[in-house]
């Protein structure tokens, strides 16, 4: 079945620090992994994705690991600030390319 | 930058009442879809739109729930007979023909009374 579990789904951290979240995926054949962040009652906005030719990509503080392998992938922020404060959801495409399924979601606290 | 655009922001209606939600896609886009957030959980997928007709839909959409491209611009979702628990936010989201990156829309709050 299709399924993509996330992990923590809390995460508070001192600001300059990193946070590191975590999620896998079931459906083997999937290619695409958008990570999206939103802020409280607004859309989710795409802040990174990778594909399944690469293992990491980066932009700026932000990077995206991939281990096809084992089914999961990861969010890297470095050097945290409070406006990284948000709720971060993975997602992978699931057994279709007609949709994505998203994780559960991870609340980030930057502590000032 | 082009955006994906959502009418109404906040729909308030009594249960058992019609609703219907409008897109407006960015321009250029071909893919369509629904998703749903009940507050403070997950984004679920509804429904995907594509050359006119439904690609796929998740069990959420059921006989109550219809999507269409009426006048070639609006995307619209139409839930025939409202209940409690559709109460939730209602995201559009599209994407063109050369990416998987699905962009979404501010969303509109449905509440069911």
């Known amino acids: 079945g299709e399924n993509v579990e996330q992990h923590p789904s809390t995460l508070s951290v001192q600001e300059g620090d990193s946070a590191v979240i975590k999620c896998t995926y079931s459906?083997?054949?999937?290619?695409?992994f958008p990570w999206y962040k939103q802020e409280l009652g607004k859309r989710p906005q795409l802040i990174i994705d990778?594909?399944?030719?690469?293992g990491e990509k980066k932009d700026q503080r932000i990077a995206v690991t991939l281990n096809k392998t084992a089914k999961h992938f990861s969010l890297h922020i470095t050097e945290t600030q409070p406006e990284d404060s948000a709720v971060y959801f993975c997602?992978?495409?699931?057994?279709?390319?007609?949709?994505?399924?998203f994780g559960s979601g991870t609340r980030l606290l930057v502590r000032p | 930058e082009p955006e994906v655009t959502q009418t109404p922001s906040h729909q308030v209606t009594q249960m058992g009442q019609e609703v219907i939600l409008r897109c407006v896609p960015i321009?250029?886009?071909?893919?369509f879809y629904w998703y749903r957030q009940i507050l403070g959980q997950k984004v679920e997928f509804l429904v995907s739109?594509?050359?006119?007709?439904?690609?796929?839909k998740s069990e959420i959409f059921d006989d109550q729930f219809s999507v269409e491209r009426p006048d070639g611009s609006n995307f619209t979702l139409k839930i025939r007979s409202t209940k409690l628990e559709d109460s939730a936010m209602y995201f559009c989201a599209t994407t063109s023909a050369d990416t998987d990156t699905q962009y979404f829309g501010p969303g509109t709050r449905l509440t069911v009374l």
């Open positions: 990778i594909r399944s030719n690469v």
């Open positions: 459906d083997s054949a999937s290619n695409y």
């Open positions: 739109f594509y050359n006119n007709e439904i690609s796929e």
């Open positions: 997602a992978a495409p699931g057994d279709s390319s007609y949709k994505l399924i």
């Open positions: 321009s250029n886009h071909l893919y």
